[in-house]
């Protein structure tokens, strides 16, 4: 009969559950659909954001790695163009030197420098723009190609648009060093409207106190050079829709993907919300940089209007606006997709889950009432043989110790056999030879006195068995120290005889160490490995059959190894021969207890370890698979 309390129990197996699982579904459920509503919206401005920060860094990047060219273009063709002017200025100086070297003994100094002036009136180069020019250190023109009637001047007190004294200011140069880099302001050829910035190179000719020069206008220069940048500018794109579009700061476009857009000025630029681009993007640009967003008048794919992000970056130096920008619609595009995914995949998480959470409670409810009949039925049938396993429990030991000592008397009277029936049938061949040789008179006293002799013998040695096996049985379970290497051949001699006749080999290779227990039951767990060795070798049709017992001390242990030939025991048994009645023998043959007591009392009574695996080894050149037992005593 259940009490109240185990009646209690079962209605909380029985109900608790249900409402534990019923609860927790509905909670999960309402928890994940708020969780999925909120990741949602979490992923839309994931997405957009990611979305626009990527293209943000994109197009930032873009324009970046335009204006870091125009100004590696910019800075480099300055340093190239100061280099030019230094070759050409000492290829006129060389010819100067040779001229003056060739006629100075020859012609006066009038008739040299007409031959230096003739030589040089006529270079041009960097497309015919760029000359040469002398001076004296007076002040006085020697040679001005483009303007031939100023030659003869005297241009000491002369100042460009800027008030600087050009040729005081070279001379002044000249007198620090022999060759100098100098800027000013000069009228254009055939333009005598405005004077132009111009970079140039002096270098004095010691011979005559003149200096030889060139130069070439700036504005010249970079118009050049912005024709080659905006030409690489023109062709660059990225991406699907990307592309960079220069205009100055006037607003007229410089570089576009639509090239009928080149050198329209369109400052004037609107979208429909009435928001000036072309001023908005010059705007941004001469303050630095920045990003700005409207409707695009035309996308390229599609030829329509679409909103648009640019980032634009001015480049003062040429009052140049350098733009790019990506169009927010893809953003649309992609956060519909989305949408999509996000709510079909919300709703199957959902649908499943409440069916999965139906499915539990149904089989929850059923499990609850059927547990609940069963332990009903069970409890008192446990609460009576519970008592009666203690019980059972409490005498396990006590008949497993009796049960392996009782098998290891069956395998000791078993030697005893073997050990007794030599020397028994040579006592029966003496006796009967005598009784005979004396029926027939013919037993002589030496003959008999020898034959008395092997007889005694033999009783001594079935004297010395019986002592042997008596010791092993010894019931007195004393702590003793003994040496362990006698007792190995202690348990190898009762065995011997046995062995022998099984054409079993035993190998020692053992050393004299000292220990302290219980040798008579170590004695016995040798003898139970053995005899385990003994049964599997006997099975296996080959010609060596061999156990191998090593024993060492190591540090503060002592190792004891015995191990066979015989193949190994099954991996999938292998962990179990240490359990009470486990035994692949035939119960005819063997109770399982063997391995058990050892273990027992490797560990119990030796305060060891044992332990067993399979393992491959070479003896005398030939390689054998076995089990090996493996002892560890302190």
């Not at 490995?529 to 059959?545: H, W």
């Amino acid at each position: 009969m259940l009490s109240k309390n185990e009646k209690k129990i079962l209605k909380l197996i029985k109900y608790t559950p249900v409402l534990i699982v019923g609860f927790f579904s509905i909670l999960i459920t309402y928890l994940i659909f708020l969780d999925k509503n909120i990741q949602y919206k979490k992923d839309v401005d994931s997405l957009k954001s990611r979305f626009l920060e990527d293209n943000k860094n994109r197009i930032n990047l873009e324009v970046n790695r335009v204006y870091n060219y125009i100004l590696h273009e910019k800075t480099n063709s300055e340093k190239r163009l100061k280099i030019l002017l230094k070759e050409k200025v000492n290829e006129a100086h060389k010819n100067m030197t040779f001229i003056y070297e060739k006629y100075k003994d020859k012609e006066s100094k009038e008739q040299i420098i007409n031959r230096i002036k003739d030589s040089l009136r006529n270079y041009r180069f960097n497309h015919n723009r760029g000359y040469f020019y002398i001076y004296e250190k007076s002040g006085k023109n020697i040679l001005l190609p483009t303007k031939k009637h100023l030659e003869g001047k005297d241009f000491w007190e002369y100042k460009d648009s800027k008030g600087s004294f050009i040729i005081q200011d070279m001379v002044k140069l000249l007198k620090n060093n022999s060759e100098s880099f100098y800027e000013w302001y000069w009228y254009k050829p055939n333009d005598n409207t405005k004077q132009k910035r111009k970079l140039g190179i002096i270098k004095e000719f010691e011979a005559y106190d003149l200096f030889v020069g060139t130069g070439e206008y700036i504005e010249d220069f970079e118009n050049e050079l912005k024709e080659k940048v905006l030409s690489y500018i023109q062709d660059l794109k990225y991406s699907k829709n990307g592309y960079v579009f220069i205009l100055d700061f006037e607003g007229k476009y410089l570089a576009h993907v639509k090239k009928e857009y080149i050198g329209l000025n369109r400052i004037s630029l609107k979208d429909k919300n009435n928001f000036m681009i072309t001023k908005e993007i010059i705007k941004h640009a001469k303050n630095g940089s920045g990003f700005l967003k409207y409707i695009g008048t035309v996308k390229p794919n599609t030829n329509l209007p679409a909103e648009k992000t640019t980032y634009v970056k001015g480049f003062a130096p040429w009052e140049w606006a350098i733009a790019t920008g990506f169009y927010t619609e893809e953003l649309e595009e992609q956060l519909k997709k989305k949408e999509k995914e996000i709510e079909k995949n919300n709703a199957d998480d959902i649908f499943n889950f409440l069916l999965i959470s139906a499915i539990l409670i149904f089989i929850f409810i059923l499990l609850s009432f059927y547990i609940s009949k069963i332990l009903e039925k069970q409890f008192l049938k446990y609460k009576k043989e519970v008592s009666s396993h203690i019980e059972e429990n409490r005498k396990k030991d006590t008949v497993l110790a009796q049960q392996s000592k009782m098998a290891a008397m069956g395998e000791m009277l078993q030697n005893i056999a073997h050990q007794w029936r030599q020397p028994l049938n040579t006592i029966s061949t003496i006796s009967s030879g005598i009784k005979f040789k004396k029926e027939f008179g013919l037993l002589e006293d030496d003959e008999l006195i020898k034959s008395m002799d092997s007889v005694n013998g033999s009783v001594m040695y079935l004297s010395q068995t019986i002592e042997d096996f008596r010791e092993f049985f010894n019931p007195d379970k004393k702590i003793s120290t003994f040496d362990l290497k006698k007792t190995i051949n202690k348990a190898i001699k009762l065995l011997e005889i046995q062995f022998e006749n099984k054409n079993i080999l035993i190998i020692k290779n053992v050393e004299e160490v000292q220990i302290h227990g219980y040798e008579n039951e170590l004695i016995q767990v040798i003898i139970n490995i053995c005899n385990n060795s003994r049964d599997e070798l006997i099975k296996k049709d080959q010609n060596e059959k061999i156990i191998i017992i090593d024993m060492y001390k190591k540090d503060n242990e002592i190792k004891l190894i015995i191990k066979d030939n015989a193949g190994g025991i099954k991996e999938n048994i292998l962990s179990r021969v240490f359990e009470p009645y486990f035994t692949t023998k035939h119960k005819s043959q063997g109770t399982g207890i063997g391995l058990y007591m050892s273990q027992e009392i490797i560990v119990k009574h030796m305060k060891g370890s044992i332990i067993v695996y399979n393992e491959e080894f070479s003896h005398n050149g030939i390689k054998y698979k076995g089990a090996t037992f493996e002892i560890t005593l302190h």
